[in-house]
């Protein structure tokens, strides 16, 4: 069964308006979860590594300010997509392990209209 | 500048033959490799993996071959099934970064 759960699945908001992406570890206490963002036919880059306790790791290009990430406790991360413009539109990952492989949720689909 | 590359956007094989795919990679710090399967609108599901340390893994239909020097790994699917068809991503972990470096993938296509 899954080992990490991501909700919701698709979520479509109006621009200007901000949505939050929950990230869970189901059997196991993850210190560290990523996330990921996908466009069409293109691979998953990752965003930032989530820390729990501590302040996230954002990769380069990428605004921290625009997409917020709370980890606050060992089997929860949240990204939340802030002042959401259609640009935005992606399909976002998660995944946490306690070693490789990393398992992954089954992503969220945001819609910014 | 793409470190995990997969070359083959797409590859069509026929049911019960051999489907490779292929990837390569420029940073010689990763340290492990995997290949993932996903469907559309799904996470990456996770198939096999391969150390640094060794140059070939199996499971069942699955076999990852890693050629160090070459900086080349592929997977190796036989028989082939219809339920193989699906996106395959390589990745690889290490080489300075945090979570996993992914390939662009590669859109298998198992035909009857």
């Known amino acids: 069964g899954a080992v990490v759960s991501q909700h919701p699945s698709r979520v479509i908001c109006k621009s200007g308006t901000s949505v939050k992406i929950e990230c869970r570890s189901l059997?196991?206490?993850?210190?560290?979860m990523f996330w990921y963002r996908q466009f069409p036919k293109q691979s998953l880059m990752l965003m930032a590594t989530s820390n729990e306790g501590s302040k996230a790791t954002y990769e380069q290009g990428v605004e921290k300010d625009k997409f917020l990430i709370n980890h606050a406790s060992l089997t929860l991360s949240t990204l939340t997509v802030t002042s959401a413009h259609p640009e935005d539109s992606s399909f976002y990952i998660c995944?946490?392990?306690?070693?490789?492989?990393?398992?992954f949720g089954n992503g969220t689909r945001l819609t910014v209209t | 500048d793409q470190q995990v590359k997969q070359n083959s956007p797409s590859l069509s094989v026929q049911e019960g033959r051999i489907s490779i795919l292929n990837c390569d990679y420029t940073n010689s710090m990763f340290d492990y490799f995997l290949w993932y399967k996903k469907y559309p609108a799904e996470g990456p599901t996770f198939l096999i993996s391969i150390s640094s340390i060794k140059d070939k893994n199996e499971d069942g239909r699955f076999t990852v071959f890693l050629n160090k020097s070459a900086k080349h790994l592929s997977l190796h699917i036989v028989p082939s099934q219809p339920g193989d068809s699906a996106v395959y991503f390589c990745?690889?972990?290490?080489?300075?970064?945090?979570?996993?470096?992914f390939g662009k993938g590669t859109h298998l296509i198992i035909q009857p």
């Open positions: 059997d196991f206490q993850a210190t560290t």
């Open positions: 990745a690889a972990r290490g080489g300075g970064a945090d979570g996993l470096t």
């Open positions: 995944s946490a392990g306690l070693n490789s492989p990393l398992h």
